[in-house]
Structure formats: C-alpha cells, structure tokens
C-alpha cells in the first residue's frame, strides 16, 4: 500500500511539474539563464524575479546599473556560484551587501567610496569565472576579487574522463538530454529551473560521485591560478576565500572522509593552500569562522539554509568576516597610500 501511495505521489508531483513547465512556455517567459557564447550560459540581462525579489542589471549581476569608476572609488567585485549569489535572500540580506555595508562603517578613511559588486553566477565552476572575469568583470576595473566556491568544480569530476574545458560534462544549447528512464523524466521536470539540467549532462549513465575519489583538483587549481595571474596583470588584489563543508574539520583527519563531496572539496582546500605557497596569495579560512554546515536542506539550521547556501544570518557573519579580513590585511591597499 505505501509502495502505492508512492507512486501515486510522485505521479502527481510530475503532473504538477509539466504543468509549471508547460504555463512557463505558452506564458513566453523570459528565462533564468541563457546560452552564451563563451560562458556556456549566463543570467539574463536585466532580469527581475518577482519571486526573489532580485534584480539584475545589464550583465545579468546582481543588483543596481553599475557606473563608470571614478578616482575615489574602490571597488571590490565577488565573485563564485550560488553561494555568492545568495538565491533566496535579498540585495541587502546577501554577503557581498554585508561586506560593502561593513567596510562603509569602519573604513577610516572617509573620502573613499566602497563599491561591492556580486558578480557571481549560480552554476559556475572555476573555468567559467576565469572566462567571467576576462570578459564582464575586468573593464569594472575592480581593486580587488573575493572569490568562493564551495562544489561547483566538483561535478565535472564525477565522469571517467576529466576535462580543463568541461567538455564532456557541459552541453551545447539545445543538445538532447540523455533521459533513459521515468526517474530522469521526474527528475527533469523537477529541476528544470537548475541550470545544471539545462545547461550540464547530468543524466550521463556513466556519471557517478564515487570518481570523485579518483580525480584530484588539478583543473580546480589551474584555473584559480591563471585567475590570481589575470588580477594582477590588471593591477588588482585577490583573496580566496576556503569553504567549510560538511564533516570537514581542517585537519590532516579530512583525507580520510568517507564523503565523496566533502573529499572533493577537501582536495580544492589542499589546492588553495599550493597557491597561497607558491603565488604568496591572499586566503581566508572560513573554517575558522563559521559553524559547521548541514549535510542536507531537512538539517538547515540558523546559518545554512542546506549543506552549501546561507540564511540572511549566515550571510550577515560570512560578509562580516570577510570585511574584517580585508581591513586588517589591509588589501585595498589603504596603508599605502596615507
């Protein structure tokens, strides 16, 4: 009988699921995400999601129009994936608001603006931010990026085969999803605002996270380490921001995780602490200065809202922390110049 009720259950789920989908075309509505042709995918410029609320401006970040630079203004651009981006809370509730609202009250230099740009897309892995920051965030002309990722590299490691340029695991527009069954019928129509469905080869049959234990984060760190080399060469500071995730403690006890995700983020922490040896880059360990997270949204707790994203009270400290470090390392260089 719960065998049936089951079923009966995830019938009507779909049915609901088509249902959104179907009203969401005949509506013509404009979407999320759309191709592009170097990033794979980017927001949609100017979009408003009345469900957020959030609004983007022309190059699809979020928040207000950005101006042109002037003299008396830093800039500091944020950039990563859903973590960054913040879905689910507002301009004001996100950490990189957070941070630019803590620096404008304790920078003691009054005659400096603090501009904080969230130039993080949900979705994207490290090759896509090199190629962000080459082609969007760059001409911004930021003094320094923050940058965090806590899992997006990790899928593209779930395959026999690893790529640099993620071929293999990206899809080019309009390509055949590989559904073979009802489950991945189910499991489409769910996700299908998940830029990873639209945009990954997430039904891959030979896709498995077990692969994560077999790749290391080669790719992960070359890519971060061409992105410290195109800051520089653009005469601005970065700072690399370490996860906490899961039953990851910082210690030499990490590498023996039984979680597939957690080993591969414990791999790109390994890979972050070479650059800072060897490129004498800025770090901050959020180890230090968050509470362990969840393994799972049912487990959300006052600062996660799952395993990886913030509630407005995570993001107020995670912006705090990060504002902090940036003053008393001075990397915007203030010391310098009185």
Known sequence: MSLI????????????????????????????????????????PGLFN????ISHNALGFRGPEIEEKTDDTLRIVCMGESVTYCPGLSHEESYPF????????????????????????????????????????????PDLVVFFETINDLPSRQYPEVQRDNSGYCLFPGAKKNIRSLRDIVKYFKMQDSVQYQFRNMFDPERSKDYLFSHNAEHYEANLRDLIAVCRANKCEILLIKPRYRDLNGTAE?????????YGVYLNRVAIDNLQKTENVAVLDMMEHMPPPPFSRAQANEY?????????????RFGTVIAKHILDNDLLGLKEQT
């Open 5 to 44: 009720l089951r079923r009966l259950r995830t019938l009507t789920n779909l049915i609901k699921d088509i249902a959104r989908f179907t009203i969401k075309r005949l509506n013509n509505e404009t979407p999320y995400f759309r191709p592009h042709h170097y990033l794979s995918f980017e927001i949609t």
């Open 98 to 141: 957070r941070v630019e609202l803590y620096l404008k009250e304790h920078l003691e230099n009054k005659n400096k603006n603090i501009e904080v740009i969230n130039a993080a897309v949900p979705g994207y892995n490290t090759a896509e931010n090199l190629i962000n920051f080459i082609f969007k965030i760059e001409p911004l002309k």
């Open 304 to 316: 996660y809202a799952d395993s990886v994203h913030l509630s407005a009270v995570g993001a107020n």
């Open 254 to 262: 990490d590498a023996k995780t039984q979680d597939p995700l957690s």
């Open 50 to 53: 009345p469900r957020g609320p």
